[in-house]
């Protein structure tokens, strides 16, 4: 079955960085796409960043020129780098696959 399990959260200072991880296994991980989703309290989850089979990436507005998100079919596994984090960052986020398989979340918290 498929199973997403993200990991590297963790509480960072504003301006600071973070990389995620998500590990998948139960499909075959290269040929789909995966991205990362956020949800922070009282909102709705949003895309973060999406990253093709074939590469292409996509990203939210917020994110562009701060977050980069990249796989590594060898390890099935897809990451996301945050720069330059921000309060407002804080969120649970989440690895996603297509079509509504999640892991079960890492909290991100950007505190002073």
């Known amino acids: 079955q498929v199973q997403l399990v993200e990991s590297g959260g963790g509480v960072v200072q504003p301006g600071g960085s973070l990389r995620l991880s998500c590990a998948a296994s139960g499909f075959t991980f290269s040929a789909y796409a995966m991205s990362w989703y956020r949800q922070a309290p009282g909102k709705e989850r949003e895309l973060v960043a999406t990253v093709s089979a074939g590469g292409r990436t996509v990203y939210a507005d917020s994110m562009k020129g701060r977050f980069t998100i990249s796989r590594a079919n060898a390890k099935n596994t897809v990451y996301l780098q945050m720069n330059s984090l921000r309060s407002e960052d804080t969120a649970v986020y989440y690895c996603?696959?297509?079509?509504?398989?999640w892991g079960q979340g890492t909290q991100v918290t950007v505190s002073s």
């Open positions: 996603n696959r297509c079509c509504n398989y």
